[in-house]
C-alpha cells in the first residue's frame, strides 16, 4: 500500500522546493528602496561620523508659475537721454534768443513811438523777434516730442530716469551694477499684488535663481509675447544684456504649508530623493519624498516631512552606505 504512493510524495516534494525557490526569487526582485530599516548609532558613532541635524521649522512657500524675459541694453536709454540734453540746450539757447529779440523789439517800438526810429527799422527787429519766437517753440516741440516717445516705449519709471537732471538711476546699469531685464508673463497670467520681486536664472536653474525688483510695467508687449511684460532690476552678475532669462512668480492664491528642507539634506537612492530622519537619540530612518519643490533657500516639502522632526543636513550619504551594508546578508548566518 506504501509503495504506490512514493511517487505522489516524491512530486509534492518537487512542487514544494519550486515554489520555495519562487517565492525566494521574488523576494530578490523587491527593491531595496523598500527595506527601510532604522539604523542605530551610538552618539560617539556620530559624532566621529560628521552627522548633523536641524529641527525643522514651519514655512509657508507660494506656488510659483515660470515666465521667461531678456536683459535689455541701455544704449536706447542713453542715446534718448543724450538726445533730449541736447534739445534741452537748443531750447534754453532759443529761449534766451527770444528774451534779447523781444527787448529789442520793445526799445525800438519805444523809439519809433518817440519819433527817433524809422518804420522799416520797428519792422525788422519785429521780424527778427517773430522768427526767434518760432525757433523756441520748435525747441520746445522737440524736446516734448522726445518726452512722448520715451513714455511710449519706456513707461513712466525709466522715462523719469533718463529724463531727470541727474541721472543716478542710470548709472548702475551703466557701470553694471545692475541689468535691466524685461519679463513677459504668460498670457492667462497677472502679477500677483504687492509683489515687487520676482526670481530669474539665465540658464533655468531654480536653486541658483537671484531675486529681480519691479521697475514698472512696460508700455509695449515683447514682440511674439501676447502677456504682460514689465521691466525689472536686477545685480546678478551673470546675466548680461542680449541673454535670455527664466523667471519665477509666485500665484495669486494663499500659500502652500510645509516645511524647507536645506540643499544638503536630500540624497538619491534608486532614482528617488530621500532623507534621514532622526526618530530618537540613537537612531535613523530613511524617508522617501515625493512632494518636495526646488526654491532659493531649499526644498519646500508640504507632506512628507513635517515641522518639529528632525532631519540629517550632513551624513545622509554615510547612513545611506550604513543601510546598505546591514542589508547584505551574513555568510556564516
Known amino acids: 500500500m506504501n509503495a504506490p504512493s512514493s511517487p505522489w510524495i516524491f512530486a509534492l516534494g518537487i512542487i514544494s522546493a519550486t515554489a520555495s525557490w519562487a517565492g525566494n526569487d521574488q523576494q530578490q526582485d523587491i527593491p531595496p528602496s523598500d527595506f527601510q530599516d532604522v539604523i542605530t548609532l551610538d ?22 508659475f515660470n515666465a521667461y524675459g531678456k536683459a535689455l541694453s541701455i544704449q536706447p536709454l542713453l542715446a534718448l537721454r543724450h538726445r533730449y540734453l541736447l534739445a534741452i540746450t537748443d531750447r534754453n539757447q532759443a529761449t534766451a534768443r527770444f528774451k534779447q529779440a523781444e527787448q529789442a523789439n520793445k526799445r525800438q517800438q519805444a523809439l519809433y513811438q518817440g519819433g527817433v526810429s524809422a518804420a522799416r527799422s520797428l519792422q525788422e527787429r519785429q521780424a527778427q523777434w517773430q522768427a526767434d519766437k518760432a525757433l523756441l517753440e520748435g525747441s520746445e516741440l522737440q524736446r516734448q516730442a522726445i518726452i512722448d516717445e520715451s513714455l511710449l516705449n519706456w513707461g513712466k519709471a525709466l522715462s523719469g530716469w533718463v529724463l531727470s537732471a541727474q541721472p543716478d538711476s542710470l548709472e548702475i546699469f551703466l557701470n553694471g551694477r545692475k541689468t535691466l531685464l524685461q519679463i513677459t508673463l504668460p498670457s492667462n497670467r497677472q502679477l500677483p499684488d504687492n509683489k515687487l520681486t520676482i526670481y530669474v536664472d539665465p540658464f533655468g536653474n531654480r536653486s541658483k535663481a537671484q531675486p529681480a525688483e519691479l521697475i514698472s510695467a512696460a508700455p509695449q508687449a515683447d514682440v511674439g509675447n501676447q502677456g504682460n511684460s514689465y521691466f525689472f532690476q536686477t545685480n546678478t552678475n551673470n546675466i548680461q544684456a542680449g541673454m535670455s532669462v527664466s523667471a519665477w512668480l509666485p500665484e495669486q492664491k494663499n500659500g502652500l504649508s510645509g516645511v524647507v528642507i536645506p540643499k544638503s539634506a536630500l540624497i538619491w537612492f534608486m532614482g528617488q530623493a530621500c532623507v534621514y530622519i532622526k526618530t530618537d537619540h540613537d ?51
Do not use: W
Not at 566621529?48 to 510659483?64: F, R
Open 283 to 333: 537612531t535613523f530612518q530613511r524617508r522617501t519624498l515625493d512632494d518636495y519643490s526646488v526654491g532659493a533657500d531649499g526644498y519646500f516639502i508640504q507632506r512628507t516631512v513635517k515641522p518639529g522632526e528632525q532631519i540629517v543636513t550632513t551624513g545622509g550619504q554615510m547612513l545611506l552606505s550604513e543601510e546598505m551594508r546591514g542589508q547584505i546578508p551574513d555568510d556564516d548566518s
Open 43 to 64: 552618539l560617539q558613532t556620530q559624532l566621529s561620523s560628521g552627522i548633523e541635524t536641524i529641527t525643522l521649522k514651519p514655512a509657508n512657500q507660494h506656488a510659483e
